[in-house]
Each structure stands twice: as structure tokens, then as C-alpha cells.
């Protein structure tokens, strides 16, 4: 017994190692991003200054092609990326859980048949090539690329919820409810949708990494934010044309998008091995 609480007391301790340093992480890159811009001498979006200029005191990251600060642009970029990848995830993950949670509850074999065959049909698509596809009928930009993750990803979410949902419908303090005479709304949300939203939001950590990878993908193929916007993957596609000559514009864009998705990924597996110390208690 000492020997198993041992261990679980390990696991614990690495959970929270891994949860706090993904959140110190995200923490440090937002502040960064906050405040380097705000105190920056330098226009992040405006030429001007030496072109491919080398790391230096006066430009930490370098200059890239048009002059402009490789250290101010990737941390002007933070919000962008950031912010697209979080509202691309939100979205989905509220409209499918709610969706996937009415599918599982339903009794409705006709409902359940059409929407799960919509629910089917979205997943065996490619996602990044059915997002690639969208933005290119919608046009390009990050409110397009924002609708493009919507009306994807809310499939996948809905998958889950739906899988969950028919295993929370049937436990008993939901009969409980029922035979206690609660409305089917109050049963809905005070009792399925808490329940399921906890698998869909921890499948949501691990798609924030793939999303903010994307959102870098669909910029470096010029369907993400407009220039002269400072985007990373609009920088790393900008730098990669003068790859021979410089290697900063590309290298230190890719770093601070690897640092993200590094970040949330300890956040996730921090919070997933909490979560099974916590159900095998």
C-alpha cells in the first residue's frame, strides 16, 4: 500500500510539474507579448531599418528582408496566434458539445441517423485540407480562417460529447433527477453537459495544439492575416525566401510557435494525469 501511494504521489507531483510549467510558459509568452510592442522603439508592421541586419544589440532577433525587427514582430504576433487559435477552439467545442450531448440523449433514431451522418462525413475529410478548402471558397483572412475551424472542428467535438453523453445519460444520479420530477432542461445542464464538457474540454487542450499549428500552416500559405500584419506563420514564410542569406526571420518565429505548442502541451498532460489520480481515488 505505502509502495502504490508512493507512486501515485509521484505521478501527482510530475502532473503538477508539467501543469505549471505549461502555464508559466503561456504566462511569460503573453506578458511578452503584451509588453515588448507596447516598449519597443521599433514599428512591428513598418519599414525602415537595415535590411537582414544580424542579431545585435540593437536588434535581438535581427531585420528581415524590409527591415523591420524580428523581436518586435514575433511578440506582436502573440495575440494574433493566440487569440485565433482560442477562438478557434472555443467555438467548437461549446457548439459541438452541446450538439454531441442532444444527439446522445436523443431517442430520436431519424435525428440521430442525419445529424450522425453529417457528424461522420466532416470527420473523414482531412481536417486541414477541408479548412484549406473553406478558406478558399470564403476568402482569406483570420475571421475566415476562425469560420473555416467552426464549421470543421464542432464534428469532432460532437463525436465526443455524443459518446459521452450516452454513457452520462444512463448513470444514476440522472435517473435520480428524473424521478425527482427535475425539468429536462435542468437535467440537461446541471447534470449531462457538466458531465460531458469535461471530456470535450480535455480533448480541447490537445486540439489547441494542432489548431495554433494550423493557423501558423494556413498564414504560411497566404491565407492568414494580410500584410505587412507580424504573423509567425507569415514570418516563416516571408523568412524561408531568404533562408540562404538569413536564417533569424525564420528560425525565431518558428521557436516561439514551438514554445506554444510545447506550453500547452504540459498543460494538457498535466491536467490528464491529475485527472487520473483524481477518478482512481
Known amino acids: 500500500m505505502t509502495i502504490v501511494n508512493t507512486k501515485a504521489r509521484k505521478r501527482m507531483r510530475e502532473g503538477s510539474f508539467g501543469l505549471y510549467t505549461g502555464f508559466t510558459m503561456i504566462l511569460t509568452l503573453i506578458v511578452a507579448g503584451a509588453i515588448v510592442p507596447w516598449l519597443s522603439k521599433y514599428d512591428p508592421n513598418a519599414p525602415g531599418g537595415t535590411p537582414i ?5 540593437a536588434h535581438w532577433f535581427g531585420t528581415d528582408l524590409l527591415g523591420r525587427d524580428v523581436f518586435t514582430r514575433v511578440f506582436d504576433a502573440v495575440f494574433i496566434d493566440l487569440g485565433t487559435a482560442i477562438i478557434g477552439v472555443s467555438i467548437p467545442l461549446v457548439v459541438g458539445t452541446i450538439i454531441g450531448t442532444l444527439l446522445g440523449i436523443s431517442r430520436s433514431k431519424r435525428v440521430n441517423s442525419v445529424v450522425g451522418s453529417i457528424i461522420d462525413g466532416i470527420n473523414a475529410f482531412p481536417f486541414l485540407i477541408f479548412v484549406i478548402a473553406l478558406i478558399a471558397f470564403i476568402g482569406p483572412g483570420i475571421p475566415s ?8 472542428n464542432w464534428a469532432r467535438y460532437a463525436r465526443v460529447a455524443r459518446t459521452r453523453a450516452v454513457v452520462v445519460n444512463q448513470q444514476g444520479y440522472v ?3 428524473r424521478i425527482l420530477g427535475f425539468s429536462k432542461v435542468r437535467i440537461l445542464f446541471k447534470h449531462i453537459i457538466p458531465n ?5 474540454r480535455a480533448y480541447a487542450l490537445s486540439d489547441f495544439i494542432i489548431v495554433i499549428i494550423a493557423v501558423a500552416a494556413l498564414s504560411f500559405l497566404g491565407m492568414g492575416t494580410p500584410p505587412p500584419q507580424a504573423e509567425w506563420g507569415a514570418m516563416i514564410r516571408d523568412g524561408t525566401q531568404i533562408l540562404a542569406l538569413a536564417w533569424w526571420p525564420t528560425i525565431f518565429p518558428g521557436l516561439a510557435l514551438c514554445w506554444a505548442g510545447v506550453a500547452v502541451a504540459f498543460v494538457a498532460e498535466g491536467l490528464q494525469r491529475r485527472l487520473r489520480e483524481t477518478n482512481s481515488k
Do not use: D, H, N, Q
Open 175 to 177: 435517473e435520480a433527477a
Open 53 to 57: 541586419a544580424r542579431p545585435s544589440g
Open 145 to 152: 480562417i476562425i469560420l473555416a475551424l467552426s464549421l470543421v
Open 196 to 200: 460531458v464538457s469535461s471530456e470535450t
